[in-house]
């Protein structure tokens, strides 16, 4: 670890590590379990937005046998204070059990959003949180991100 090719990776943007072979149907699900781990990390009374995952060429990479798999999901706290709760919760718990959290930091929007940034080696995923406190409704940008997929011989790769 530590080489200058997994450095440009945590920091190049379309740059995904290879997540291994798996048809479409298997990644989605491996994405929609992770998207649910982080669900219960949130650890608050709200509601996730409906959504399910889409499925994405990989950049520089023939698009008939690799692809990810991205989740994008909302998370609307019960009660609009919880939002710093919940966001706590995603600190302590996306540092454990494979996780480890790669950025945090405030972003340059006129409300100075605190985002995270996490990845799971084992899972081969990433997941970025936006914490929109100071919107008219405040709530969650989650976004899960799996890594580079290669379609087994035979599969056709779904674009949705």
Known sequence: TGSAAEESRDTAPGSLPDAGTATVDEAVAAVKEVSSEVYRLVGVPGKASEPGPGVKECDGKDPETYFTVHHPWNFAPTKPGDTDQAMENLKKGLNTDGWVTKRLYRNNSP??????????????????ITQYDRSTTP?????VQSGCYRVPPGEMIDHF
Do not use: E, F, P
């Open 111 to 128: 409300a100075k959003a605190l985002n995270l940034i996490a990845d799971n080696d084992a899972k081969k995923v990433s997941v970025w």
């Open 139 to 143: 709530s969650l940008g989650i976004t």
